[in-house]
């Protein structure tokens, strides 16, 4: 019976003739923390979404062999709360990563930013990848009759381990 299942395994990769893509999408919350400050408080999120999984194929010395890298694609964000518990503002992390079991890598990094309380702006914004991770700064402003009288610097870090796991 295993030897049917190879055969027709093997039949089916020859055919397909090179990558094979298996699609899934499923949004899970990975964790979520409070973190407390004097001029207000932070909420932290860690989303994770697992995109693809890409089968590689190969015939090496009359052998097939099979590689999986699986993309995983996923969020972090924070969101900052005035002292009455009012959000004033969220921003994103969103990066992606490959990873085949023994080795993972970062392949994007974007950050966005919403305002929910006009006397904040985006003072400036970035985000970058590189090894397994991808990270995101922001400063914030907060001004009142066109002074600024507040600055909120805040960075994010997404890191995918070999197996998949986002931290």
């Given at each position: 019976m295993k030897k049917t299942i190879m055969i027709l395994l093997s039949a089916l990769f020859l055919l397909v003739g090179g990558p094979l893509?298996?699609?899934?999408?499923?949004?899970v919350l990975i964790s979520s923390t409070v973190e407390?400050?004097?001029?207000?408080?932070?909420?932290t999120e860690i989303?994770?979404?697992?995109?693809?999984?890409?089968?590689?194929?190969?015939?090496?010395n009359g052998l097939l062999r099979a590689t999986t890298t699986k993309t995983k694609s996923g969020s972090k964000s924070i969101t900052f709360y005035n002292a009455s518990g009012?959000?004033?503002?969220?921003?994103?992390?969103s990066g992606s990563f490959t990873y085949t079991g023994s080795s993972s890598?970062?392949?994007?990094?974007?950050?966005?930013v919403s305002?929910?309380?006009?006397?904040?702006?985006?003072a400036s914004k970035s985000a970058s990848y590189s090894s397994n991770s991808a990270s995101a700064t922001a400063k914030m402003n907060r001004k009142f009759a066109g002074v600024v009288t507040q600055t909120e610097s805040k960075s994010l870090k997404l890191t995918c381990d070999k197996k998949g796991t986002l931290s």
């Open positions: 893509t298996v699609h899934a999408s499923e949004q407390f400050e004097d001029d207000g408080y932070y909420v989303r994770s979404d697992l995109d693809l999984a890409r089968v590689d194929t190969e015939i090496n009012v959000s004033q503002w969220k921003m994103t992390l890598k970062a392949t994007s990094a974007s950050c966005s305002i929910y309380d006009s006397a904040w702006s985006i």
